[in-house]
C-alpha cells in the first residue's frame, strides 16, 4: 500500500477520527464511494470550505453497524483529520486505484470490506487542494492546534503539505 509507510500513522491516519472515518466508509459497504457523499455525509459541505474551526463534532450515521441504538451514529472532531486523511486515500487511489480499508487498521476494523475507489469531482480536489493549502500556511488557527502540541500541528502541516504536493503538484 502506497501511503501506508509514507503518510499513514503520520499525524495522518492516527487519530480516532481516522479510525472513525473508515469504519464509515467500511459500514458504506460500497466498492466505490464520491467524496461529494462523504462530504454530504459527514457534514463537511455545511462547512462551506472553511474547515478551521467548528463548534459542534460532525456526525454521520452508521446504516449498517449493529447498535442498541435506533440510529448508531459516529462523531468526528477535528474537519482537518478528514480533509488530511481524504487526501492520503484519494492519494492511494490515484496510486493503485483503490484503497485496502483492512490493511490500513488491520485488527483494528470488525468487519471484512471490499476495497474502495474514492472518486473526486475536478470541483472537489480545487476544494481539498485549497484546504490543504489553508492549512500548510496557517495551521495554528484550526481547532487541532488547541488539542495538539504546536510542534505536532506544524509537522502535521508540513507532511500535508508534500501529501498535496503529490497529489496536486505545486
Known amino acids: 500500500m502506497y501511503i501506508a509507510n509514507k503518510y499513514w500513522n503520520h499525524y495522518i491516519g492516527d487519530t ?10 467500511a459500514d458504506k459497504r ?3 464511494i464520491s467524496l461529494g457523499e462523504i462530504f454530504s ?6 462547512l462551506n470550505g472553511d474547515f478551521r474551526q467548528h463548534d459542534e463534532p460532525l456526525t ?5 453497524m449493529e447498535s442498541d441504538y435506533d440510529e448508531p451514529s459516529a462523531e468526528f472532531y477535528y474537519a482537518i483529520n478528514l480533509i488530511s486523511d481524504l487526501a492520503a486515500l484519494l492519494l492511494e487511489c490515484k496510486v493503485n ?3 485496502n480499508l483492512c490493511e490500513l487498521f488491520g485488527e483494528d476494523l470488525d468487519t471484512d470490506v471490499p476495497d474502495i475507489c474514492i472518486t473526486a469531482t475536478p470541483e ?3 476544494l481539498l487542494n485549497k484546504a490543504l493549502m489553508d492549512f500548510v ?9 488547541e488539542m495538539v502540541p504546536e510542534e505536532d500541528v506544524l509537522e502535521t502541516a508540513a507532511i500535508c503539505e508534500e ?3 503529490e497529489l496536486y503538484g505545486q
Open 16 to 25: 480516532d477520527d481516522s479510525l472513525t472515518l473508515v469504519e464509515y466508509l
Open 30 to 32: 460500497k466498492e466505490e
Open 41 to 46: 455525509d459527514i457534514g463537511l459541505d455545511k
Open 60 to 64: 454521520v450515521i452508521l446504516a449498517n
Open 97 to 99: 486505484g483503490s484503497v
Open 124 to 126: 472537489e480536489h480545487t
Open 137 to 145: 500556511s496557517e495551521p495554528l488557527t484550526y481547532d487541532l492546534s
Open 163 to 165: 501529501l498535496r504536493k
